[in-house]
């Protein structure tokens, strides 16, 4: 069975730090990824998705940026964090051709 | 993508059937409707999702109007771990084949004993 990753789990930081939070998917081969952000009693918003190694969209201007190295790996990160920045940061997998996503545990990020 | 309409909250009894409204109106013909849900503090789960037809799952039954302008999830025998936000999402797929989910506000679904 398929299974996601994410860490930490819960992460604080100071305002100008760098950022970076990885996500792994097992389980399966060549999925779709996605990075969501969710800001406290607010829907998810996408950042970013992928279809493949090295192939990143991203929905929405901002100072965070994503890259996937591997076919099962998706990184989040920023060079230096915004107080805005905070949010609970959701991963997300699926098939590659279907619609169906699951997610991971999520990333609270605390930027102070 | 369509956008959904949800009543921000809702209470169900235990052991009764939740019913969650959702209202997609300006749904296109090739778009699902999915439904997920997400207790605090957790991600997302996804629970069931359908086009046109009823869906019926272990977990749940979507019924879907014959206008497709709304739906209804029904939880028939709701207990307290159902307790949580229940999203209603009208998906459509992007140019590049990246799935593209939006989540509105839902509705919060309290369970009580």
């Known amino acids: 069975s398929q299974t996601i990753h994410q860490w930490p789990a819960t992460l604080v930081q100071p305002v100008g730090s760098p950022l970076s939070l990885e996500c792994t998917v097992e389980g399966t081969s060549n999925p779709n990824l996605y990075w969501y952000r969710q800001a406290a009693g607010r829907g998810l918003q996408l950042l970013f998705y992928s279809v493949g190694i090295g192939q990143i969209s991203s929905e929405v201007p901002q100072n965070l940026s994503a890259s996937r190295p591997q076919d099962r790996q998706f990184i989040l990160s920023s060079k230096k964090l915004l107080l805005s920045d905070s949010g609970f940061y959701l991963c997300?997998?699926?098939?590659?051709?279907?619609?169906?996503?699951?997610f991971g545990p999520g990333t609270r990020l605390l930027v102070l | 993508d369509a956008k959904t309409t949800q009543p921000p909250s809702m209470d169900c009894a235990e052991g009764r059937a939740a019913n969650l409204p959702c209202n997609h109106s300006?749904?296109?013909?090739?778009?699902?409707v999915y439904w997920y849900r997400q207790i605090h503090s957790q991600g997302p789960q996804y629970i069931i999702h359908?086009?046109?037809n009823n869906e019926t799952n272990e977990m749940a039954s979507l019924i879907i109007t014959e206008d497709r302008k709304s739906s209804t999830l029904i939880l028939p025998h709701a207990t307290l771990r159902d307790t949580a936000v229940y999203y209603c999402?009208?998906?459509?797929?992007?140019?590049?084949?990246?799935?593209?989910?939006?989540f509105g506000e839902g509705t919060q679904l309290t369970v009580n004993p």
């Open positions: 997300a997998w699926s098939k590659a051709g279907a619609e169906t996503q699951y």
């Open positions: 359908g086009l046109k």
């Open positions: 999402i009208v998906y459509s797929q992007g140019e590049t084949s990246g799935s593209r989910l939006t």
């Open positions: 300006t749904i296109s013909g090739n778009e699902y």
